[in-house]
């Protein structure tokens, strides 16, 4: 390689902590290199045009932070770190992990401005940057952070060394395209944070590192089984089909002396069986021989982008199973709650026509659950969800559909391209038009399968969905897209104000609460992973590439959101023209959760930290109507 994995996973981890911290704690001053160079004396390379400016209150020094590409989205292309002291005239060069430390001490020792996170509840009106000293604990904080984005740069660098010339990085096919996140989401300080997986464990288990690796099965008695089903085939009987898929000698001698009428078998994930069997409650079942240990038995899976939902080509279904890990800002779990809600709230969209009006646009369902009732417990660790699977040899869509993550990634080789650059280019060559020309078009497609739909199906259904850039999929034909999926059945928000309604179509929902949210903190929810977290990543890798503008392609979402607007009646409406008229919008605030150390699957309403962000949308009109659109940074000034 032309850069050494450690320089690779130095830059990717700067960018990734440096784009959280500029839009959730300080956003800095811009300037142009050439006013800086005028300014300070200190000079950046061609292909830097911009600095960043950050005081650090605490430590008294001045960072200068190149950029090579400035973005209206918000996430920036840095190059090259420089530190002043105060008074001292000299400016030293700085390395990438020695300027995030800085950073973190400025975050906890920085004067604050509010006494307690702010969440997603939009009563709080004010940008948040919740780090008041009485609700933090520094130390504990500081260190939790700290250790996290060590062990993030570690593990990524180690991806990267071991897999950053593999072919298979950039292939469109479902399962390699899974498995070729080397760096995570961009919205994310640490993106590889892994807690939880011993480093040699890693070869086996993550998707990074193409692991594979059969399950481990428990024979429980059937009295303890908790299951649920909305396709012919009952929970257990998947599960029988899925460890006798693999009729190795192994299995079969495994399961000779069970007696089936007694105890049915559970999938579990082979860190989460280590975990289980070192629990006091599970080991009084296995002593009382209510729950047997068989092992590993079946076919193998591999781990997709989630880690924890497992995927086998020649299976009907995947597993989505707990594991003992903290990846990013949770533990990643399965809650009892969630284990029902996924049927029903599948149950409910079937029974409205909003399928057969977006074809184009299609759920994988999670139709089934089985899991195993302890004796005063919520969650056992055995909670399983069974998710459709249809990437499967006979589908075409197995060798053409990859998450918008994976599009998006910067490549991995320094000097190539990304997957979606790629596509674009292939495009234009082939159809003899401007790289502008492929772009919209492709843009065009991708806006009628993935972002029109979700919107639809809030206006009409009451279903918000957390359609993030790791959870949406795009199947791909000649290079475009012709299909979206949408996949974490646990990711719904439905509408209080059409509450009624819903239960109408579906009444069991009624036992459902904790699924019903109010409209106003939908739209802030709905608004971040829809299109802060997945639009915005698509119109950043375009403009990143070069093949057309951030604020072209705003400009097009823009009207076509005006246009949307006209053809929605209730909540939809509303949703779309808050995203168009306010000057600012909430954004998921990942590094303050992590400065809080809140894992936001454990708190109360899953709340994680939300700041607000400068609507790019408010920023391209202003662009407009300044016309400056080549020299943007006087337009950021004036909406600090």
């Known amino acids: 390689m032309t850069f050494s994995a450690k320089q690779i996973s130095d830059h990717a981890s700067f960018s990734a902590f440096l784009n959280a911290y500029s839009k959730e704690v300080d956003s800095g001053v811009w300037h142009s290199a050439k006013n800086w160079q005028s300014k300070t004396g200190l000079i950046f390379g061609d292909k830097t045009p911009f600095v960043l400016e950050l005081q650090l209150t605490n430590a008294e020094t001045t960072l200068a932070i190149g950029a090579s590409f400035r973005s209206l989205i918000g996430r920036h292309c840095f190059t090259e770190i420089f530190q002043q002291k105060k008074n001292q005239w000299t400016w030293q060069r700085l390395d990438s992990l020695s300027a995030i430390f800085l950073l973190i001490d400025n975050i906890f020792n920085r004067p604050q401005k509010s006494s307690s996170p702010a969440t997603s509840d939009s009563t709080q009106e004010t940008a948040a940057a919740p780090l008041a000293p009485e609700v933090i604990q520094p130390n504990s904080h500081k260190m939790e952070l700290m250790s996290r984005i060590i062990e993030s740069h570690q593990t990524m660098r180690e991806y990267v060394e071991k897999r950053g010339e593999q072919d298979s990085l950039a292939q469109c096919a479902f399962i390699e395209s899974e498995q070729s996140l080397l760096y995570g989401h961009w919205l994310h300080p640490t993106p590889k944070s892994r807690q939880g997986i011993h480093w040699w464990q890693h ?53 000779a002396g069970l007696d089936t009428k007694e105890k049915q078998l559970v999938p579990t994930h082979p860190l989460q069986a280590q975990w289980l069997l070192n629990q006091d409650d599970i080991k009084q079942l296995i002593s009382a021989g209510k729950i047997t240990d068989l092992g590993l038995l079946g076919p193998e899976f591999s781990p997709t982008s989630s880690v924890r939902t497992l995927y086998c080509a020649s299976l009907d279904f995947m597993v989505k199973l707990s594991i003992p890990v903290k990846i990013t800002n949770s533990l990643r779990v399965n809650k009892h709650h969630e284990l029902s809600a996924g049927l029903l709230v599948g149950k409910y969209l079937d029974k409205t026509p909003f399928f057969s009006k977006h074809a184009q646009f299609k759920f994988i369902k999670d139709p089934a659950y089985i899991s195993v009732k302890i004796p005063g417990k919520t969650e056992s660790g055995f909670e399983t969800i069974l998710r459709e699977n249809p990437f499967t040899p006979s589908n075409r869509a197995t060798d053409s559909t990859l998450s918008i993550a994976a599009l998006v990634q910067d490549p991995i080789k320094p000097g190539s391209q990304s997957r979606l650059g790629h596509i674009i280019k292939l495009l234009a060559s082939k159809e003899k038009v401007t790289l502008i020309e492929a772009s919209t078009r492709w843009f065009e497609k991708y806006w009628h399968a993935a972002i029109e739909p979700a919107i639809h199906l809030y206006d009409s259904t009451g279903v918000a969905i957390e359609s993030h850039q790791q959870n949406a999929l795009l199947e791909l034909g000649d290079g475009y897209p012709l299909m979206a999926y949408y996949r974490d059945n646990q990711g719904f928000y439905l509408s209080q104000s059409l509450k009624s309604k819903i239960l109408r179509v579906e009444p069991k929902l009624a036992d459902k609460a904790d699924l019903f949210y109010d409209d106003t903190m939908i739209c802030d929810r709905f608004g971040y992973y829809l299109i802060v977290n997945q639009l915005f990543s698509v119109i950043n890798r375009f403009a990143i590439d070069q093949l057309i503008s951030e604020q072209a392609l705003l400009k097009l979402a823009q009207t076509k959101l005006e246009r949307l607007a006209l053809d929605l009646n209730g909540v939809g409406k509303v949703f779309v023209n808050r995203l168009l008229e306010q000057k600012q919008i909430p954004c998921k605030g990942n590094l303050l959760t992590r400065v809080h150390d809140l894992d936001e699957l454990q708190v109360e309403n899953e709340l994680a930290v939300y700041t607000k962000i400068q609507n790019p949308f408010y920023l391209t009109r202003l662009l407009e109507k300044s016309k400056k659109s080549v020299r943007h940074q006087e337009v950021y000034r004036e909406t600090a």
Do not use: C, M, W
């Open 203 to 255: 070869e086996k288990y993550t998707p990074e590192l193409a692991g594979k690796f059969q399950l481990h099965f428990f024979a429980v008695q059937r009295e303890l089984i908790e299951q649920d089903s909305t396709v012919e085939y009952s929970a257990a009987e998947i599960i029988d089909t899925i460890a006798l898929h693999r009729n190795d000698a192994g299995t079969l001698r495994a399961l």
